[in-house]
């Protein structure tokens, strides 16, 4: 039974294979087609990145720093009893030069004067907001 399906099998391939060689071809032929456009692209692709390279151009990191493109990026600075140097912190933050930047620090219950140094070095002030209260928690002083 398995010398008849070789056979067979044998058969059809001799009867096809010149349609077998054509496909062998011409996927060789577009194999090597395909890598011929991506080799005459390496020049090309050289040439630009010299040119428009902003390795040496600081000038051009500069203009994609400060365009539209840039995304805006949240700094969230966890502060749990850091009298002692959240004040620089945040300040080394706001000095960034990133175009829309937004600096949240959490003070988690701190049991020194962490908040007291940062409303006395940034004039902070008691807001108010509307919040949906999802958890039960203890009051928040």
Same mark, same amino acid.
């Given at each position: 039974m398995m010398e008849n399906a070789s056979i067979v099998a044998t058969e059809f391939f001799n009867q096809h294979r010149l349609f077998f060689d054509t496909m062998v071809w011409?996927?060789? &032929?577009? $194999?090597?087609? #395909? !890598?011929?456009?991506? /080799?005459? #692209?390496?020049?090309?692709?050289?040439?630009?990145?010299?040119?428009?390279?902003?390795? !040496?151009?600081? %000038?051009?990191?500069?203009? $994609? +720093? /400060?365009? %539209?493109? $840039?995304?805006?990026? $949240?700094?969230?600075?966890?502060?749990? !009893? %850091?009298?002692?140097?959240?004040? %620089?912190?945040?300040? &080394? +933050?706001?000095? /960034? #030069?990133y175009p829309e930047i937004e600096i949240i620090v959490v003070n988690d219950g701190s049991s020194d004067a962490t908040l007291a140094a940062l409303c006395a070095a940034y004039d902070l002030a008691v807001i108010s907001r509307a919040y949906d209260e999802a958890l039960q928690h203890e009051p928040i002083n």
């Open positions: 011409l996927v060789i &032929c577009v $194999t090597l087609a #395909q !890598n011929l456009i991506y /080799l005459l #692209q390496l020049p090309a692709a050289w040439w630009a990145l010299r040119r428009y390279s902003s390795v !040496n151009d600081m %000038e051009s990191a500069w203009q $994609t +720093l /400060l365009s %539209e493109t $840039t995304i805006p990026v $949240t700094v969230i600075v966890p502060a749990h !009893n %850091e009298e002692a140097v959240i004040v %620089e912190s945040v300040r &080394c +933050l706001l000095a /960034l #030069q």
